[in-house]
């Protein structure tokens, strides 16, 4: 599983923006078709656990391992 930093460092790559940071770092990406998709990032140095990692994926990032994995 990746961890928090791992996270941060796709959105950086990825194009995402920061738009808000306080106890967490919040991302924004506006897609073509004009979805904005979100997402939160902890500032914990840890891993993410594998449920939630794969919350994310799904419902925030909308990509695959294999594209999250290409892009860090």
Known sequence: MP???ELKQFCEA???E???QTDHY???KRDDN???RFTKV???SGEIGTFLW???LK???LVTDEYFNSKI
Request: charged share 30%.
């Open 3 to 5: 961890r928090w930093k």
């Open 18 to 20: 920061l738009y808000k």
């Open 42 to 44: 902890s500032m914990s």
């Open 26 to 28: 919040f991302f924004q």
């Open 54 to 56: 794969k919350e994310i």
């Open 34 to 36: 004009g979805i904005i």
């Open 14 to 16: 990825d194009g995402w």
């Open 59 to 61: 419902k925030q990032l």
